[in-house]
């Protein structure tokens, strides 16, 4: 016991000098919000990239200690429920896809949120209609059981190489030091005036008169230390029974609208493994989760459909054309199909089915857009499912790294909305995972949606983590957070590394663009905004929209890695 005291003190005691300021290896967050450019990163060993230059100052110190790349995601992890707690944290869940070098076994861990034993399907009707999203999002009843910290201890278990308890001493460092406000964090707080409405959140993020914490003000949060040095010395039993258990769900249930959360959805959470779905584009081969998440099933479609084309680079008018009518067609079969695989079939090997994507390919045409696409029948299913109208807003983070022996991690996590359901307890917020399912269970014709609310399950994802194979071997590595907007993000940036030959961080930069299944949206004051006139010419509806993505990527070839953060955020990739 003493031993690992003195290991996890010295590691705490490294964290803090990695995470003060460091003369040269200073790293300068970003305004809050705007586009600022960023420098492709190499390194010739490991290399990690994130959200926030804290957090990925963690998961390097990690990695320079031996520690695999599921260690270093943990650690940066942890930081980031600290630095960006808007977008992810130990109240909310993940998709983690994992390969072992060694082993060349590719796995995906589901740690995705799963509805209350008590959920009913008409959580969020009202006389048999949709409540707005505000209504909704932010109180008990939005909340569904977390699941990250089982899943990480998961991956851990199978593919860790320090001891658990050394991956925390970062965070804890940081909780216990305090860390200061950036300009991203400040911003969002001032965007969310909701905070002020939970007492314990608006306690935390907000100063006496209730004003948001200013730039550079530093924020401690001792207890979270606290729980994480408990989770640490325990392991996640800590937190999903006992004491904190008891008051996550006291939280939930005392809600001025409460939710149905019990003790028993805590203590029988589990973490899965799954195999992920694979596809082929140009001859690369792209993997990520399957369903529930919707994500890699949605890029592999929008790249399939795309496969017979000639695209003019990354970004021509031509190719934002062909980009925007994948998508819809994508979005399509997205709505009517997916959902969690433990409910409902879901025919992914038939959406995927070579011959089916070159049905939908034709048509796109060269000349026209469609407008709205229906969705195909893959599967001989199309006449008894509904269309899912589940409110899937904006607020995740993505997570990349390659540690020395090559084995890689790509994971996306996430709270749901901006600082999840706002409910604030032992210093971390609880997700608002339940408006990721369909707010209806029928349709207009009694069909059954597939993403509707039930007991036990998995509301459906459009997290895309996702690793691109070359001859075999891990080439590329990538997701983002953004909503259902992380499809056409991610598929984005596939397109500009492998169509337009570009090196990852300029990949990443490039202008977002794309449809799901609504107008074709372009990003709001890019080059884009020129292509405008030609796409309404071939009868797009043109949408200029703010998209904020924040991909975060690194490329491998021999001896080196190249690494991408989006200029959008504040994060950066780090390496050796």
Known sequence: MWLVFVRFSALASLALALLAPAGAREVNPEAGSGYQPKSLAVAGHYMIATANPL???????ILARGGSAVDAVIAAQLVLNLTEPQSSGIGGGAFML??????????????RETAPAAARADRFLQAGKPIPFEQAVNNGRAVATPGLLRGLALAHADQGRLPWAELFAPAIALAEEGFAVSPRLHTLIQETPQLAAQPAAAAYFLDGQGRPWPVGHVLRNPEFARLLRRVAAEGPDAFYTGEVARDIVAAVRTHAQPGDLSEADLAGYQALRREPVCGRYRGYRLCGPPPPSSGPLAVLQILGQLEPYRLDGAQSLRTVHYFAESGRLAFADRDFYVADPQFVPVPVAAMLDPAYLRQRAALIRPDRSMGHAL??????????????????VPSTTHLVAVDAQGDVVSMTSTIESAFGSKIFVHGFLLNNEMTDFSSSWHDAQGRLIANRIEPGKRPRSAMSPMIVFQSGKPWLALGSPGGSAIINYVAKTLVGVIDGGLDIQRAIALPNMGSRNRATELEQGSTLQALAPGLRALGHKVEMVEFPSGVQGIMMTPGRLEGGADPRREGVALGR
């Open 375 to 392: 969705p195909g029948d893959p599967a001989g299913m199309r006449q008894a499912r509904g269309q899912d109208d589940a409110f899937e």
């Open 55 to 61: 957090a990925s100052r963690a998961g390097e110190a």
């Open 98 to 111: 994992h390969y072992n070098a060694a082993s060349h076994e590719l796995v995906t861990y589901d740690s």
